[in-house]
């Protein structure tokens, strides 16, 4: 007996049917993602099973993205009800974002009533200077006296058009700023550093260290905008595809006393660094490079001379040596043949005592004292004052380096801070600072970015951080720092003049560092190949604290 035939003669196809559209719409991501030309012929065969009058309109659709495609303004218009306005914004659209290439995927079709068929369609456009920028759209192909033609308007190049609207690009502003501690935009060039203007990406300083936090991840320079096709304004961002908003990065920078010492190191000829520093938490308050580019006030590697007999006297204080002692100062000290001298070959008389030898910055004194300490006290007294560690600042830093001393010229030439004794600017501002709070705090530039400051491993003896303040406010008052003994705010310095090269005679860094006894502030000039510390580095300390003072 032969079995009747059900009625739902298709009931095994509309599963094969579902298949192939998922089937196609994970080749439509795929596509999305990096595919190749022509998506839109891979669609079709359920459309045209479903309806003819899809499968008629789908032809001058799929004519239309092949040629926008290839970027053929003019052969994508001719399959469009009005060819002459097609062209023309294709053509604006293509002449502005000069994609270098277009992949664009045709989504299955939906009859709208007789002679009308819509289609959904995605677009991916390769942008030199805004990487991939997508969107989805949808265009309407309509039978006109019986041939179909692609129903043409603004919105179907991009929904977010209307008449008299293109597309365009324009500069980023979506990155956001490195701001002072106010959350004012701060704009000291080498500490912000610089962004590439093309790709959008920071290249030196903060811009390049905080590049993905200011730019929200995107790596273009320009951002999809609507435009207005007269004026060329931008109307409307559209963004680029999985941007995002930046995130400023705030600084400690205090925009007065980062203005007040770039004033105060643009009247000199030397390349120069400025650093001020909070002594009660280590906040770095400015950071000044002349000129700028490299960032020498926090990365800048160079023997401190005399500023680091601030250390070599903590450790004196600490083996039994009393201000008032009394101390020879002779012209010279030999050792081993070498002979080491003060500047300008000057001696103190008998019964000078060791404030005076320190106000005075006697090397030959320091370099005869050497006997008292052993190879590892320098080193040991450098740690106290976080010298030699690893400091999260939020920012690359050098941050100094004081070795054992491994013989009796190598020791005499570090009491003095020469032979392997190494510092930046930033750390010898953070000497000063730790002498005024007693103890050493970190220096911090982006305190959001710190994870784990660094702690001394030795802790600076309150009664030598007491006898240091005493001596470097005698530095001023009656020694190598007069240069600030009429300045208001209670100054205590220590100056330096640092010898490097091989040269006869020796060419000299000229060095100050000191802090207000009256507030919180801590300080350290530089000038590279500049002279005496007390005579050329000295007046831009007094520039700098005057400029404050106003």
């Not at 179907?156 to 701001?179: F, S, Y």
């Not at 003896?461 to 470097?472: H, K, N, S, T």
Request: hydrophobic fraction near 40%; charged fraction near 20%.
């Amino acid at each position: 007996m032969t079995r009747a035939r059900s009625r739902n003669t298709h009931t095994g196809y509309e599963p094969r049917r579902r298949g192939r559209r998922q089937l196609a719409i994970l080749v439509a991501l795929a596509l999305l993602a990096g595919g190749g030309y022509g998506a839109y012929s891979l669609w079709g065969g359920d459309a045209e099973e479903d309806n003819p009058q899809v499968t008629a309109a789908r032809k001058p659709l799929a004519a239309f993205l092949a040629a926008w495609e290839k970027h053929d303004a003019k052969g994508a218009a001719g399959h469009t009800d009005t060819p002459d306005n097609a062209a023309s914004l294709l053509t604006s659209v293509l002449t502005n974002l000069k994609p270098s290439r277009t992949t664009i995927v045709n989504d299955s079709g939906q009859k709208e009533g007789d002679g009308k068929v819509r289609f959904p369609f995605s677009v991916a456009m390769e942008v030199p200077g805004a990487g991939k920028v997508t969107w989805r759209s949808r265009a309407q192909v309509n039978r006109i006296s019986g041939t179909w033609k692609v129903a043409f308007t603004s919105p179907m190049i991009h929904p977010e058009l209307k008449p008299g609207q293109t597309l365009a690009l324009k500069a980023d502003d979506t990155r956001a700023k490195v701001l002072d501690s106010q959350g004012r935009p701060l704009r000291a060039a080498s500490l912000v550093g610089t962004v590439d203007p093309v790709s959008g990406k920071g290249t030196s300083g903060l811009e390049a260290r905080y590049d993905k936090v200011l730019s929200g991840g995107r790596k273009a320079g320009k951002s999809l905008v609507v435009a207005d096709r007269q004026s060329g304004l931008a109307l409307k961002n559209l963004g680029a595809a999985g941007s995002a908003e930046g995130r400023p990065v705030r600084t400690t920078i205090d925009s007065r006393i980062q203005t007040a010492a770039a004033d105060a190191v643009a009247e000199t000829d030397h390349n120069a660094a400025l650093v001020a520093i909070d002594p009660r938490n280590g906040h770095i308050l400015a950071a000044v490079n002349r000129p700028g580019g490299l960032n020498r006030a926090l990365e800048g590697r160079y023997p401190p001379g005399s500023t680091f007999k601030v250390v070599t006297t903590a450790a004196l204080l600490k083996s039994g040596t009393r201000p008032a002692d009394g101390a020879a100062c002779p012209k010279f000290a030999h050792v081993n043949g070498q002979r080491f001298e003060n500047q300008g070959q000057f001696s103190l008389p008998a019964g000078s005592t060791f404030t005076d030898v320190f106000a005075q910055s006697c090397n030959t004194y320091f370099v005869n004292a050497r006997s008292r300490l052993a190879d590892t006290d320098l080193r040991d007294a450098a740690q106290a004052f976080g010298i030699g560690g690893s400091w999260d600042v939020g920012t690359t830093t050098y941050d100094g380096s004081v070795p054992v001393t491994t013989s009796d010229n190598d020791k005499a030439a570090a009491t003095i801070g020469q032979a392997r004794v190494q510092t930046s600017p930033l750390v010898m501002a953070s000497i000063a600072a730790t002498v005024k709070n007693g103890a050493f705090s970190q220096p911090v530039l982006v305190p959001d970015a710190v994870k784990k400051k660094y702690t001394a491993p030795a802790e600076l003896d309150a009664q030598v951080a007491g006898q240091l303040r005493e001596l470097m406010r005698a530095t001023v008052t009656s020694g190598s720092a007069r240069a600030l003994r009429e300045l208001p705010g209670q100054p205590h310095a220590k100056t330096g003049t640092a010898e490097f090269g091989t040269g006869k005679p020796p060419r000299t860094h000229a060095w100050m560092i000191g802090y207000q006894g009256d507030s919180d502030l801590a300080w350290a000039v530089l000038l590279e190949d500049g002279g005496s510390g007390g005579a050329d580095a000295g007046p831009v300390a007094t520039r700098f604290l005057r400029n404050l003072a106003r």
